[in-house]
């Protein structure tokens, strides 16, 4: 009772902190920009240009002559990096380093909860703060166009109007800080083999309607102060210098005011560094110089070449001056910032954050007979099963990976929540990667086991008869192909013969929960034998207790799908079309019908569907109403609909609107995402959710006229609480 006690105490302390998001005074920074010019003036050529790249693996110079402070980056999207040595990737083994690993971002997304977003960004850019970085490499939204896709676990689903949602709030809680956020990676960067070189082909209104939205959200409603450009090459220009994405599109039609950084590594040409949007290099290894060389950052493309242009009157110092500008507003925004709050680091505050996340955003795919919450009573003997219920998880899977200052495990958090109320024996089940080595860091243990398939299927067989609850825990493990950067996996299956195993585990116990822990989709072919599962995601320091407050019913899971679970790797669009990974062009061929929309318009059903996540009590919905028959175009039309819990526990439900355009002039998906709320309710309470269209959510974007354009005509609002469970329809007539 205590411990729940001081749950309850701290949740609110982290509530209230999340409130009083730290506001710089209004107008702290009006004479900022005259600052910028003043200290513009006083640069040297070489001064402006050092601003210009790295000066060691995650750092860039300030002005040392004028006290002008260097720029210090660090990843990732889930936590703040171990420190590095000065010009190597391997961590530095500080001992002063160890953060909170915090759930990955497909979780954030899996809550459909902004205020999380909020409270995630908030701690994380505390995290930052305190480690003196002011400028975050993340948050990633990059669009799920395959469940294959290694580094989908970084991102927010396939939705763009989901992530355009859930990554504005994340943006403004980490800049509360005084710390850059660095939204990535601008733009197509939605597989990683031949990432870095990869030329992208789709079509405008696919980028505009697709691909575009949650970095344009960033941009204009994050106000993100950092873009961080793609490895692969769009319209045949590298990413990180792209005349069309970066001064077009990103500096012209958004008003970007921030800096362009590139990937580590992602320069490749200084002319087209110099004029195509880009400010910041950092990663390089120069043609002329091997990797690792010493000092490598003097033959950085934006550093002694660069210079050798301008002095020579090939490039206008105007062109340097430019860079200057938007990198001195990044460290008057930052660290020449008087307001900035202090930060702080490896906090209860902030694993209990991560915690609330976690809980939120984990789903319950599926729950038949009400085998979950798993009730415990004195004797019960429960069964844990899998390499997934041991194995660290914030370690690995690339730039994300993280040095946490603990990591409950699965397990370990089964038996922290039943305690001496229940038997808790473990069985491995399968044997997958045993030790994680990433960047100099070890995952804590070394999972060794040489035992045969067969011997750890048949231990884990026997166990589960005498068991009175099995709880499987497998999935991916960010190890290479499996959610990984750099690489994409190899099928949709699960690895290690866990879908043996999990054949051979239910037909030993049918009191059987999966939980899926993954980044991505994988196929399920025991799905309809194995009566409870969970898709758990790579949810941080706290993971197993989230996971077991999930499974014990202390939590009432409410997290929905960010993406669509496909039955098979066919039934989404880039596969059924042979068009992924592509060769040196890879051509988006199924356009805007990714996810959802694919399988809407193909009439394919999906697994478990975008937008879908059960719950341990019930929900009704009344019928929708709109307040207009007819919407005149710049007016707005509001949709009522009463939703009531008729279970007998208190839930959350998420009620998603999904808009038709009946008729229109261009092709356009059968639906999508327009408006969600996510509603708490007591047994018994019934609440009116109301939700607003404007015109903007009836537009496609028409690359002819390179406008948005609403079209007069018949729409239909699809009101339910996934993509496929619509419960009702309500047409109106848009002027
Ligand atoms: C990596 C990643 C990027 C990361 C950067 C620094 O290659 O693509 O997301 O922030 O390099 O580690």
Redesign the pocket.
Request: glycine share 8%; charged share 25%; aromatic share 10%.
């Given at each position: 009772m205590r411990k729940m006690l001081m749950l309850v105490i701290s949740f609110l302390a982290v509530n209230a902190m999340a409130q009083s998001l730290h506001r710089f005074p209004d107008g702290w920074d009006k004479d900022m920009e005259s600052k910028i010019e003043r200290v513009l003036e006083q640069l040297t050529l070489q001064e402006k240009v050092a601003l210009c790249h790295a000066q060691s693996k995650f750092s860039s110079a300030g002005v040392p002559r004028l006290g002008i402070p260097e720029n210090w980056m660090t990843?990732?999207p889930h936590g703040i990096r171990p420190e590095v040595l000065w010009d190597e990737w391997d961590q530095a083994s500080w001992t002063n380093d160890s953060c909170i690993a915090f759930p990955a971002l497909t979780c954030l997304a899996a809550t459909w909860n902004e205020h999380m977003s909020q409270i995630y960004g908030k701690a994380i850019g505390e995290e930052a703060r305190y480690r003196n970085k002011n400028v975050l490499?993340g948050p990633?939204v990059n669009i799920y166009r395959t469940p294959l896709n290694g580094r989908n676990f970084e991102y927010m689903g396939e939705d763009p109007f989901l992530a355009s949602r859930m990554v504005v709030p994340y943006i403004k809680g980490v800049q509360s800080n005084g710390v850059a956020a660095c939204v990535?990676?601008f733009a197509l960067n939605n597989q990683e083999i031949n990432r870095h070189g990869v030329n992208v082909i789709v079509d405008d209104r696919t980028l505009y309607e697709i691909y575009l939205p949650a970095f344009k959200a960033s941009v204009q409603e994050g106000g993100a102060w950092a873009i961080?450009g793609a490895?692969n090459k769009y319209r045949n220009q590298y990413c990180c210098h792209n005349d069309y994405l970066l001064n077009d599109i990103l500096r012209k039609e958004w008003g970007f005011d921030g800096v362009v950084v590139s990937?580590?590594g992602g320069v490749m040409d200084t002319r087209e560094a110099a004029l195509y949007g880009l400010d910041m290099e950092f990663?390089t290894w120069t043609d002329g110089l091997t990797e690792g060389l010493s000092n490598a950052y003097d033959s950085y493309y934006l550093a002694q070449p660069f210079l050798k242009m301008l002095q020579s009157g090939e490039l206008s110092e105007d062109v340097v001056n430019e860079k200057a500008r938007n990198i001195l507003r990044l460290i008057y925004r930052t660290n020449l910032n008087p307001h900035r709050p202090l930060g702080s680091f490896g906090t209860e505050e902030h694993a209990l954050v991560g915690r609330q996340i976690a809980e939120e955003g984990i789903v319950l795919l599926k729950n038949d007979k009400k085998t979950l919450p798993f009730n415990i009573s004195i004797g019960t003997h429960i069964l844990v099963v899998g390499e997934n219920a041991i194995k660290p998880m914030t370690v690995g899977g690339?730039?994300s990976s993280l040095k946490a200052k603990y990591e409950v495990s699965p397990l370990d958090g089964i038996k922290a929540r039943v305690g001496d109320n229940a038997k808790v024996t473990f069985a491995r089940g399968y044997v997958g990667d045993v030790l994680t080595v990433q960047d100099g860091l070890r995952s804590s243990t070394d999972l060794s086991d040489n035992r045969s398939k067969e011997e750890l299927i048949s231990e884990a067989v026997s166990a589960a008869k005498d068991a009175d609850v099995v709880i499987f825990v497998g999935g991916l493990n960010k190890s290479s192909g499996q959610d990984s950067?750099s690489n994409d996996r190899a099928s949709l299956g699960l690895p290690y013969g866990q879908d043996d195993l999990i054949e051979a585990l239910v037909k030993a116990n049918s009191n059987l929960l999966v939980v899926n822990i993954s980044g991505n989709a994988v196929s399920m072919p025991w799905v309809k034998s194995v009566p409870a599962i969970l898709q758990g995601w790579f949810l941080g320091t706290e993971a197993g207790n989230a996971l077991a407050s999930v499974i014990f019913g202390d939590t009432n899971p409410s997290g929905k799908l960010p993406f669509s679970f496909y039955a098979q790797l066919d039934d989404n669009g880039a596969h059924a079309l042979n068009a992924y990974p592509g060769g040196d062009d890879v051509e988006y061929k199924e356009g805007l019908f990714v996810g959802y929309r694919w399988l809407d318009k193909h009439n394919i059903k999906p697994l478990f569907s975008f937008g879908h996540g059960l719950s341990y009590t019930s929900f009704s919905f009344g019928k929708a109403i709109a307040d207009k028959k007819t919407m005149q175009i710049d007016d707005t039309i509001e949709f009522k609909v009463s939703v009531k819990n008729t279970g007998s526990v208190a839930g959350a439900e998420v009620i998603q609107l999904y808009v038709e355009d009946v008729k229109s002039s261009l092709p356009r998906p059968i639906k999508e995402l327009k408006s969600f709320r996510k509603v708490w309710l007591e047994p018994g309470e019934e609440q009116v959710v109301s939700m607003t269209l404007s015109k903007e959510d009836l537009s496609f974007f028409d690359d002819i006229k390179h406008e948005w354009v609403a079209e007069p005509g018949d729409f239909i609002a699809h009101i339910g609480n996934s993509s496929t469970n619509i419960k009702s329809k309500v047409r109106f007539v848009l002027e």
């Amino acid at each position: 009772m205590r411990k729940m006690l001081m749950l309850v105490i701290s949740f609110l302390a982290v509530n209230a902190m999340a409130q009083s998001l730290h506001r710089f005074p209004d107008g702290w920074d009006k004479d900022m920009e005259s600052k910028i010019e003043r200290v513009l003036e006083q640069l040297t050529l070489q001064e402006k240009v050092a601003l210009c790249h790295a000066q060691s693996k995650f750092s860039s110079a300030g002005v040392p002559r004028l006290g002008i402070p260097e720029n210090w980056m660090t990843d990732g999207p889930h936590g703040i990096r171990p420190e590095v040595l000065w010009d190597e990737w391997d961590q530095a083994s500080w001992t002063n380093d160890s953060c909170i690993a915090f759930p990955a971002l497909t979780c954030l997304a899996a809550t459909w909860n902004e205020h999380m977003s909020q409270i995630y960004g908030k701690a994380i850019g505390e995290e930052a703060r305190y480690r003196n970085k002011n400028v975050l490499l993340g948050p990633g939204v990059n669009i799920y166009r395959t469940p294959l896709n290694g580094r989908n676990f970084e991102y927010m689903g396939e939705d763009p109007f989901l992530a355009s949602r859930m990554v504005v709030p994340y943006i403004k809680g980490v800049q509360s800080n005084g710390v850059a956020a660095c939204v990535k990676h601008f733009a197509l960067n939605n597989q990683e083999i031949n990432r870095h070189g990869v030329n992208v082909i789709v079509d405008d209104r696919t980028l505009y309607e697709i691909y575009l939205p949650a970095f344009k959200a960033s941009v204009q409603e994050g106000g993100a102060w950092a873009i961080m450009g793609a490895y692969n090459k769009y319209r045949n220009q590298y990413c990180c210098h792209n005349d069309y994405l970066l001064n077009d599109i990103l500096r012209k039609e958004w008003g970007f005011d921030g800096v362009v950084v590139s990937d580590w590594g992602g320069v490749m040409d200084t002319r087209e560094a110099a004029l195509y949007g880009l400010d910041m290099e950092f990663g390089t290894w120069t043609d002329g110089l091997t990797e690792g060389l010493s000092n490598a950052y003097d033959s950085y493309y934006l550093a002694q070449p660069f210079l050798k242009m301008l002095q020579s009157g090939e490039l206008s110092e105007d062109v340097v001056n430019e860079k200057a500008r938007n990198i001195l507003r990044l460290i008057y925004r930052t660290n020449l910032n008087p307001h900035r709050p202090l930060g702080s680091f490896g906090t209860e505050e902030h694993a209990l954050v991560g915690r609330q996340i976690a809980e939120e955003g984990i789903v319950l795919l599926k729950n038949d007979k009400k085998t979950l919450p798993f009730n415990i009573s004195i004797g019960t003997h429960i069964l844990v099963v899998g390499e997934n219920a041991i194995k660290p998880m914030t370690v690995g899977g690339g730039s994300s990976s993280l040095k946490a200052k603990y990591e409950v495990s699965p397990l370990d958090g089964i038996k922290a929540r039943v305690g001496d109320n229940a038997k808790v024996t473990f069985a491995r089940g399968y044997v997958g990667d045993v030790l994680t080595v990433q960047d100099g860091l070890r995952s804590s243990t070394d999972l060794s086991d040489n035992r045969s398939k067969e011997e750890l299927i048949s231990e884990a067989v026997s166990a589960a008869k005498d068991a009175d609850v099995v709880i499987f825990v497998g999935g991916l493990n960010k190890s290479s192909g499996q959610d990984s950067e750099s690489n994409d996996r190899a099928s949709l299956g699960l690895p290690y013969g866990q879908d043996d195993l999990i054949e051979a585990l239910v037909k030993a116990n049918s009191n059987l929960l999966v939980v899926n822990i993954s980044g991505n989709a994988v196929s399920m072919p025991w799905v309809k034998s194995v009566p409870a599962i969970l898709q758990g995601w790579f949810l941080g320091t706290e993971a197993g207790n989230a996971l077991a407050s999930v499974i014990f019913g202390d939590t009432n899971p409410s997290g929905k799908l960010p993406f669509s679970f496909y039955a098979q790797l066919d039934d989404n669009g880039a596969h059924a079309l042979n068009a992924y990974p592509g060769g040196d062009d890879v051509e988006y061929k199924e356009g805007l019908f990714v996810g959802y929309r694919w399988l809407d318009k193909h009439n394919i059903k999906p697994l478990f569907s975008f937008g879908h996540g059960l719950s341990y009590t019930s929900f009704s919905f009344g019928k929708a109403i709109a307040d207009k028959k007819t919407m005149q175009i710049d007016d707005t039309i509001e949709f009522k609909v009463s939703v009531k819990n008729t279970g007998s526990v208190a839930g959350a439900e998420v009620i998603q609107l999904y808009v038709e355009d009946v008729k229109s002039s261009l092709p356009r998906p059968i639906k999508e995402l327009k408006s969600f709320r996510k509603v708490w309710l007591e047994p018994g309470e019934e609440q009116v959710v109301s939700m607003t269209l404007s015109k903007e959510d009836l537009s496609f974007f028409d690359d002819i006229k390179h406008e948005w354009v609403a079209e007069p005509g018949d729409f239909i609002a699809h009101i339910g609480n996934s993509s496929t469970n619509i419960k009702s329809k309500v047409r109106f007539v848009l002027e």
